[in-house]
């Protein structure tokens, strides 16, 4: 099986309950973060690297797109969706 396959059937697995605890919302986090973020990493690195070497033949507005904003644009989702879960990890006190 893929990669993604492998991944999609934990996440899957994960969410696969009766009760949505704390716990099970916890374990999903982890599975995502453990599981999915670095697939996704992969899979953006890859693009953005094959998109900036095309930035070198590109000129204008296509130059700054392929070097610029579009690596700017993912890798700032990833790294900003892998914050926010990491910190989801954190337990809060409510009041």
Sequence with gaps: MSKWTDV?????????VENVTEEVKQRVTRTILNEGIPFVEVVVDKFVGKTKEQAKTESGWCYLRDAFVLPMV???????????LEKSLTPTVTK
Excluded: T
Aim: proline residues 0%; glycine residues 10%.
């Design 8 to 16: 999609r059937d934990a996440i899957v697995k994960e969410l696969n």
């Design 74 to 84: 993912l890798q700032g989702a990833v790294w900003g969706i892998k914050l926010v």
